[in-house]
T-cell receptor, first 115, second 114 residues
């Protein structure tokens, strides 16, 4: 069975601090996909990144970076120099198949960036 | 680009009423989904469809029905609304094989049953 754990329920940081959101997953498959989504206060879900299980390269996109480590089953998300606009709920998700039927979300981490 | 569009955005229902949440996508995606998100929780899959005419249950299908008569549309029907169905509902879609399975979401529909 697949499972996604985001142990941090809520995080508060002051603007310009770096913050890392943790994601730990469980799966029996060797092929799977990992995702991060952002849900700002307005409520929509915004896709941030997708990673497949064969690509362990870390990725950087502007102030965002992702650290994928299969050895620890983790896919952590770091925001550098956080900004107030980064305040949102962030969801990590796992899909064990290519078509999304078994798409499991973690419970989310609420990030508050204070000015 | 419209992407995934769902309506209405907000709705209040009385217990026992029925309603349909509309969802349409313009990306020619074969796969469509309905999720619900309860307060402070992650998303749970209600129903999904792998193509026109084909639907299947997700994790929490009770109290809901879906249909998929076209590739673009995937309405979600609530019959005999109950307070437990107060939630935010997200419609989503993803492409067919070969292009990965990134799921794109609509903006959500806030439903309150009183």
């Amino acid at each position: 069975a697949q499972k996604v754990t985001q142990a941090q329920t809520e995080i508060s940081v002051v603007e310009k601090e770096d913050v890392t959101l943790d994601c730990v997953y469980e799966t029996r498959d060797t092929t799977y996909y990992l995702f991060w989504y952002k849900q700002p206060p307005s409520g929509e879900l915004v896709f941030l990144i997708r990673r497949n299980s064969f690509d362990e390269q870390n990725e950087i996109s502007g102030r965002y970076s992702w650290n994928f480590q299969k050895s620890t089953s983790s896919f952590n998300f770091t925001i550098t120099a956080s900004q107030v606009v980064d305040s949102a709920v962030y969801f990590c998700a796992l899909s064990e198949d290519n078509y999304g039927q078994n798409f499991v979300f973690g419970p989310g981490t609420r990030l508050s960036v204070l000015p | 680009n419209a992407g995934v569009t769902q309506t209405p955005k907000f709705r209040i229902l009385k217990i026992g009423q029925s309603m349909t949440l509309q969802c349409t996508q313009d990306m020619n995606h074969n796969y469509m989904y309905w999720y619900r998100q309860d307060p402070g929780m992650g998303l749970k899959l209600i129903y999904y469809s792998v193509g026109a005419g084909i639907t299947d249950k997700g994790e929490v299908p009770n109290g809901y029905n879906v249909s998929r008569s076209t590739t673009e549309d995937f309405p979600l029907r609530l019959e005999l609304a109950a307070p437990s169905q107060t939630s935010v509902y997200f419609c989503a879609s993803s492409a067919y094989r070969g292009t990965g399975n990134t799921i794109y979401f609509g903006e959500g529909s806030w439903l309150t049953v009183v």
